[in-house]
Nanobody, 112 residues
Framework: QVLLAESGGGLVQPGGSLRLSCAGSGFSFSLYTIYWYRQAPGKEREFVAFISHIGDATNYADSVKGRFTISRDNAKNTVSLQLNRLEPEDTAVYYC?????WGQGTQVTVSS
């Protein structure tokens, strides 16, 4: 059974940081590009970042470039997303995607 499980969300003040994790199982994790998306209330799900299967290529949405960093540890079947200098506009449910499957999401709320 393919499973992607996000964790690390929470409530943070503007300017703060969070580290999200995506743990994969049930497939050859190290062979697949992993993506992060997010969906804010009333909006469509949007691309945030991806990392290639061995981590040698990454890409970010313009809205998060320079603030978010994606990384992976294939020995632990995990991909992390470091969120820095968070803004209220970053409030959303964050999802990871890999091997054609989505996780259940983790809520990030940026508010004072």
């Amino acid at each position: 059974q393919v499973l992607l499980a996000e964790s690390g969300g929470g409530l943070v003040q503007p300017g703060g940081s969070l580290r999200l994790s995506c743990a994969g199982s049930g497939f050859s994790f190290s062979l697949y590009t992993i993506y992060w998306y997010r969906q804010a209330p009333g909006k469509e799900r949007e691309f945030v970042a991806f990392i290639s299967h061995i981590g040698d290529a990454t890409n970010y949405a313009d809205s998060v470039k320079g603030r978010f960093t994606i990384s992976r540890d294939n020995a632990k079947n995990t991909v992390s997303l470091q969120l820095n200098r968070l803004e209220p506009e970053d409030t959303a449910v964050y999802y990871c995607k890999g091997f054609g499957h989505w996780g259940q999401g983790t809520q990030v709320t940026v508010s004072s």
